[in-house]
């Protein structure tokens, strides 16, 4: 099955009980044993597993061409879960610019566990040579990155990565499935914030892992942690999580295509000192970008002339688009990531990030050029 098939079928089918053609909501949190102890349909209690849980976790595995997935309560939650897999003394390898959750993980909560860890410019392979050791045991990988849309080769570095015996995570929320492909390109492990793009409205909260094969041992070790310290979504936000990902690939190749345009037109004008877009020839890695991806995504950021006070009061000048966090709605969405993100931020005061959504790609230009005069 191709893409746009597995996103509208994997793990719907009509209710057995009832014909029921969209899946019911199974709030209980325990289910039945037969006689012989075992149980109908594998589900035991709500943590451990349930159906609607199963259900999005299948979906998942196939959208990434993975063999097996687990839910979280948060993109955050996934994370977690790939560190408590870790023990004191392991060493991990981060990109500079990631998720500022994802580092301040690593650097706040393990730091307590005495995990080690480097962030580093992972834009150039030579610096994961460099910065890679024997306590190496998970190299995670943001690609596009987080604000300042900088691309890694994943392979190139899934290959040092397997040379020296580590893992690698691949945090595709950016680029989700259907235009990026982790586990191809030597991955073991997808992480999503399926917050983003897979839920695709804004309304629902998530994370995943999804591994190569089921029996990953890096990935056993995660779903270990899902089902004894409980961090799971509830059954009612992986069917909301579920129902988003039907239109998920249809979404990001229109959001993908109105981003092109918002770049283009950004680029080309004169209150707009940079655009960081892998879609523009002027991107550091255009080409690396071009081979791993399908396209370039509907994630940018605009540095504006005139420092901090410009870019954020040609945000208060902004008609249709909302200045918010997040992104991968259906709304266009822009953020001054400087403030949001606090002391130790990577972000340039003039810089803003934009989630391109699904609206006439004419009026969030036009919306733009308004507030920019
Ligand atoms: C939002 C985000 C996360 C964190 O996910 P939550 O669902 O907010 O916990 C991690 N990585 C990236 C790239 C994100 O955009």
Redesign the pocket.
Known sequence: MRLETIAVHAGHAPDPATGAVTPPIHLSTTFEREPDLSFRGGSIYSRYANPNRQALEACLAQLEGGGAAACFA??????TAVFQSLGPGDHVLLPRD??Y??IKIVRDVFGHWNLRYSAIDMSDVANVERAITKQTKVVWI?TPS?PLVRVVDIAAVAKVARQAGAWVVV?N??ATPVLQRPLELGADIV?H????YLGGHSDV???ALVAREEGHALFARTRAVQASAGAVPSPFECWLTHRGIRTLPTRVRAQTENAKQVAEFLAAHKKVEVVHYPGLKSHHAYDVAKRQMSGPGAMLSLQVRGGKDAAVGMTNKLKIITRAT???GTETLIEHRQSVEGPDTLAPENLLRVSVGLEHADDIIEDLDQALR
């Open positions: 948060s993109g955050s939650a996934a994370t990631a998720y959750g994802s943001e987080n945090d929320t950016w992480m914030s399926t917050t983003k909260l998530g994370g997040s992104l991968g």
